[in-house]
């Protein structure tokens, strides 16, 4: 696997190292030593799966708060999404920004969520499904979201979104008590070493 850094501290794009001839390929998703070796533990907990059917789909942005706090590392299996990261980490020096890229069947690209940021996602494509490795399980006392919307973080998204749940339509404007971000405070020191 090759990981190269987002700019938001602790996250990472992951590219699979392919090795392939006539037959096709094989290509290692996950190693225990080689996230680690990259400054990128996981402890898998869940893998979850999504599919959507429409291009234009939005999805997020979601998170769990400490002690229920998650990474995730999200891969698109079949069509294309523009995958997005927010830092609410207040002790991080990306606190409020957001990186988005491409993922798809096609790449075959990884993104490495880490604890403390929300995660979200827009269909490019129809027919789309993604894998969710998670490094906690789901809890519903501590899941939170930030509006996709929110002119707090100004998401700039690749397209107005078609389907959007009424959940995740309705989560308030950013508010540091109600999305809980102290519970992050320690995240950014703790567990990001020199990148926090």
Same mark, same amino acid.
């Given at each position: 696997?090759?990981?190269?850094?987002?700019?938001?501290?602790?996250?990472?794009?992951? %590219?699979?190292?392919?090795? /392939?001839?006539?037959?096709?390929?094989?290509?290692?998703?996950?190693?225990?030593?080689?996230?680690?070796?990259? %400054?990128?533990?996981?402890? +898998? #907990?869940? +893998?979850?799966?999504? $599919?959507?059917?429409?291009?234009?789909?939005?999805?997020?942005?979601?998170?769990?708060?400490?002690? #229920? #706090?998650? @990474?995730? &590392? &999200?891969?698109?299996?079949?069509?294309? @999404?523009?995958?997005?990261?927010?830092?609410?980490?207040?002790?991080?020096?990306?606190?409020?920004? $957001?990186?988005?890229?491409?993922?798809?069947?096609?790449?075959?690209?990884?993104?490495? &969520?880490?604890?403390?940021?929300?995660?979200?996602?827009?269909?490019?494509?129809? %027919? &789309?499904?993604? @894998?969710?490795?998670? /490094?906690?399980?789901?809890?519903?006392?501590?899941?939170?979201?930030?509006?996709?919307?929110?002119?707090?973080?100004?998401?700039?998204?690749?397209?107005?979104?078609?389907?959007?749940?009424?959940?995740? #339509?309705? $989560?308030?404007?950013?508010?540091?008590?109600?999305? /809980? +971000?102290?519970?992050?405070?320690?995240?950014?020191?703790?567990?990001?070493?020199?990148?926090?």
């Amino acid at each position: 696997m090759m990981f190269r850094k987002t700019g938001l501290v602790g996250s990472s794009l992951i %590219d699979l190292d392919i090795k /392939g001839d006539d037959r096709g390929f094989f290509a290692r998703v996950f190693c225990d030593d080689e996230f680690r070796r990259a %400054d990128l533990p996981l402890n +898998i #907990a869940q +893998i979850n799966t999504t $599919w959507s059917a429409r291009a234009g789909t939005l999805r997020g942005m979601h998170y769990q708060l400490e002690p #229920a #706090a998650e @990474i995730k &590392v &999200v891969r698109c299996i079949r069509g294309s @999404i523009w995958d997005c990261i927010l830092d609410l980490r207040p002790n991080s020096k990306t606190f409020g920004k $957001w990186f988005g890229e491409v993922l798809s069947a096609q790449n075959r690209r990884m993104m490495y &969520v880490p604890k403390g940021c929300a995660h979200g996602l827009m269909t490019l494509t129809d %027919d &789309v499904e993604i @894998i969710y490795l998670m /490094g906690a399980a789901y809890s519903p006392a501590h899941e939170r979201g930030v509006r996709w919307n929110d002119p707090y973080f100004a998401i700039v998204w690749p397209n107005e979104p078609i389907e959007l749940s009424a959940k995740d #339509a309705a $989560w308030p404007s950013f508010d540091p008590v109600f999305h /809980g +971000i102290e519970t992050f405070r320690n995240l950014a020191t703790e567990e990001l070493g020199s990148d926090g």
